[in-house]
């Protein structure tokens, strides 16, 4: 077993510095079981992540490989020297399987490499005891190693029947086991105050929704738009990183990624930045934040697995002085839409040691930076764009003139941001007062040209996606899409 010349203290500095959150637990553990899974790259929509609550233990269960049965106890008592490839895997700092200390009384790890033998490894940090050692005069003189020795046990070949209280749980799961002979879980042992008021939030599961590397619902399938998700989720192209996600289950209620139809904008198109791909969705004739729509503001993937929201994104831009305006400016206007980043090059961007943004220390990644600025100083910039056209083509404040102009800078705008042609929106709606006082020939006219631009864009949408063409049936077929 190899020696770390690293002192205890180490772990005071993880668990309190860069595990804050409780949520952490749940990203760090189901990080290292879509690792085990996709050891395996045959049949992974057959392996899943089981997490549940039971009185006050919280488990994660995977049927993946586990860990190697020579291999279990180096792993567990090692520090930041993981084998895990950066490129390959979720988790590589070697440091996540701690981030349960600060919020269980006992963490335990149970590697099953056979389990028709009924026989597994298993390993317990007891977490009281680091509370007491913590505190004594001679904590410092301890190296990471001796700590782990003293608040660390490890158990060889345990029949796992005689462990009552996780025998019991593991029962539940059966079935899920049996189907690879394997599986790997963490067992937190009457988790702390803080942990089960996160897990009582009525927010928890949209949390999980967000953060965790699930699908897309089947209703996102069958948009328009099924081509964009289908493209992200499935590998089609060689050497390509496709989104990549694992059946996932909290209380045997299966994740996905809380997104429904009506969430999407006027516009979904998709991003390409060079080191990440995804999708934004927008309205055409204003961009503002609409607290209906939990699809808002950008959120960051790496492996599927949220790294960060427009909190940090912002932040960060600004402290890199890449944001052409206000931070609180550019945090109201990319709220107003919805969009969704993965990292795919994972040789050249990688998330810092918290997991909350992308490691700045090459021209790779500040060069990502620069991307994400532009795209977030576009959003401001067309929403202003828009604004500005809007209120005064709806005030009568400018001549014709000058309400063109406006009107060409917000559809160039436009234009920047979906990447593609685009209509103005706002274009085809009239204003209210002047509708009711309108004649009835001129509100014939008025709505005629409301169907005919509405019309305009989605037979756009559909020449654009058309496969097969045949003139006879060219109307009748449209028809039936549009319905």
């Known amino acids: 077993m190899s020696e770390n010349k690293v002192g205890a203290g180490i772990l005071n500095i993880i668990t309190e510095s860069l595990y804050d959150n409780p949520i952490v637990v749940f990203r760090e553990y189901v990080q290292n079981s879509m690792d ?11 392996y899943v992540i089981k997490i549940w609550s039971s009185k006050n233990d919280l488990f994660f269960l995977d049927n993946g490989k586990g860990i190697e049965r020579d291999e279990f106890e180096n792993e567990m008592v090692k520090i930041g020297a993981s084998s895990k490839k950066k490129q390959k895997n979720l988790g590589y700092k070697g440091i996540g399987r701690l981030s349960g200390v600060p919020y269980c009384k006992k963490l335990v790890f149970i590697n099953i490499c056979d389990y028709s033998s009924g026989k597994a490894q298993i390993y317990t940090i007891d977490s009281e005891l680091y509370d007491e050692i913590k ?12 700590l782990m020795k003293k608040i660390g046990t490890y158990q060889d070949g345990v029949d796992i029947s005689t462990v009552a209280e996780l025998y019991t749980e593991l029962q539940k799961y059966e079935s899920v086991l049996k189907k690879f002979n394997s599986g790997f879980v963490v067992f937190m042992h009457e988790i702390s105050v803080v942990l089960r008021n996160t897990i009582k939030d009525e927010s928890f599961f949209e949390e999980l929704q967000w953060l965790l590397p699930v699908d897309f619902g089947q209703e996102l399938y069958s948009s328009d738009k099924k ?20 059946n996932i289950c909290y209380n045997n209620e299966q994740i996905f990624r809380p997104i429904k139809k009506a969430m999407l904008r006027d516009y979904v198109c998709k991003s390409n930045l060079k080191y990440a791909v995804g999708f934004h969705t927008f309205k055409g004739d204003k961009i503002s934040i609409d607290k209906n729509n939990s699809f808002s503001g950008i959120r960051i993937y790496i492996d599927n697995m949220l790294l960060c929201d427009e909190n940090e994104l912002i932040q960060s831009l ?37 997991r909350t943004f992308i490691e700045v220390t090459d021209n790779d990644s500040l060069e990502f930076l620069k991307m994400l600025a532009e795209f977030v100083n576009t959003i401001y910039d067309t929403r202003y764009a828009l604004s500005n056209y809007v209120s005064a083509k709806s005030k009568h404040q400018v001549g014709a003139e000058r309400l063109q102009q406006l009107r060409e800078n917000a559809l160039e705008k436009l234009k920047k941001l979906a990447k593609e042609d685009v209509e ?7 204003d ?48 039936k899409w549009i319905k």
């Open 318 to 354: 600004e402290h890199y002085g890449l944001l052409l305006h206000t931070s609180n400016g550019q945090l109201q206007s990319v709220k107003g839409i919805g969009a969704m980043i993965y990292i795919t090059d994972k040789v050249n961007i990688s998330a810092n040691a918290r």
């Open 227 to 246: 081509e964009l998700f289908e493209e992200l989720t499935t590998e089609e192209v060689e050497d390509t990183i496709p989104v990549r996600y694992c």
């Open 36 to 46: 085990s899974i996709l050891k395996n790259k045959e049949n992974t929509n057959e």
């Open 135 to 146: 505190n004594d005069e001679n904590y410092s003189d301890l190296s990471f190693v001796e």
């Open 424 to 430: 103005l929106t706002v274009d085809s709606v009239e």
């Open 432 to 479: 209210e007062d002047d509708f009711s006082g309108m004649s009835i020939t001129e509100k014939k006219k008025a709505i005629k040209k409301v169907i005919s631009n509405k019309l305009d864009v989605k037979l756009k949408e559909y020449v654009k996606g058309l496969e097969q063409m045949n003139l006879e049936t060219a109307y009748d077929d449209f028809v």
